[in-house]
């Protein structure tokens, strides 16, 4: 009974926390620690510089990998990192352009996303030997191109390739991600993915298709679909048109889907890390 309180006790208090309003800024993050750690993509030889920032409370603590976009690290994810401490979690940001003397990471196609979710292990790896984390309780989350390598990550065929000692992931969340080519051999951790059904940067409907072949064959895997919702909608500002190579897109804050995302994130997380 005891243990049920517990539990029950710390849905309560991440439930709170994810009703509570989106700020529309990122809290002042101290990092309480630079890292570095070595990706497991082939084509890199040098390391990953992170920042890693540690909630209040005794240690272990559970980890969230955070996954950028291609433009990097924008205050949308450093917002997040808040919301995710806030919560009591511990919130490692790779940056996944600085070793590659790159300002972004959508030029190079579809291998890129691969890269991308070679860091993500490689920072999985790293983390499980380091001091004060919870090596069984490490989770991933990426928005947009750090949501399709999120997807790369969760893949049984990457996992099964690279080995990772303890596995893959505990967890992993796509939020709009690219959905392309969608886990063709399947998923190694539970999954989640937050998409809109108005993105017409990264439409959706590749995912849902899967996802539903993938549930219906008993994969741990859940999805919703703001209906209204566009590309970015976790990002506050006015609304914008933004055209590049020859496409147009539509960008809209969602204050309605951000916060529902926030509860499906730490119903999610509470399930499968507390």
């Known amino acids: 009974m005891r243990a049920v309180a517990r ?28 890292i570095t750690f070595q990706s497991l993509s082939p084509s890199l030889a040098e390391p990953v510089p992170a920042t890693l920032y540690r909630p209040d409370g005794p240690a ?16 949308t994810e450093r917002t997040w990192a808040s919301w995710f401490l806030s919560a009591g979690y511990e919130v490692v940001m790779p940056d996944s352009l600085a070793p590659r003397g790159t300002r972004g990471l959508c030029a190079a196609g579809e291998s890129s996303f691969r890269d991308h979710a070679l860091d993500a292990l490689g920072a999985l790896i790293a983390l499980r030997s380091h001091p004060g984390t919870d090596p069984a309780r490490i989770a991933v989350i990426g928005w947009s191109h750090g ?9 049984a065929q990457m996992v099964a390739a690279v080995k990772p000692p303890g596995g893959g992931f505990a967890a ?3 939020v709009y ?9 399947g998923i190694a951790s539970p999954l989640l993915i937050l998409a809109g059904g108005a993105d017409d940067e990264e439409p959706p409907a590749g995912c849902v298709v899967r996802a539903t072949q993938l549930r219906n064959a008993g994969a741990p895997i859940d999805w919703h679909v703001y209906p209204e919702a566009t590309h970015v909608f976790d ?21 309605t889907a951000t916060q529902d995302a926030r509860t499906r994130i730490a119903q999610f997380l509470t399930e499968h890390l507390r």
Do not use: K
């Open 147 to 155: 949501g399709g390598a999120t997807l790369e990550a969760a893949s």
């Open 235 to 255: 990002m506050p500002g006015p609304d914008r048109i933004v055209r590049q190579n020859n496409r147009t897109f539509h960008l809209r804050y969602d204050e």
């Open 172 to 174: 992993a969340i796509a």
């Open 60 to 75: 272990p603590f559970p980890s969230i990998v955070l996954l950028h976009g291609c433009e990097g690290i924008t205050n």
């Open 177 to 185: 991600p690219h959905c392309a080519s969608f886990l063709p051999g």
């Open 7 to 34: 539990t029950l006790a710390v849905l309560a208090a991440v439930l709170a926390v994810a009703a509570s309003p989106p700020t529309g800024r990122a809290e002042a993050l101290q990092p309480q620690e630079r």
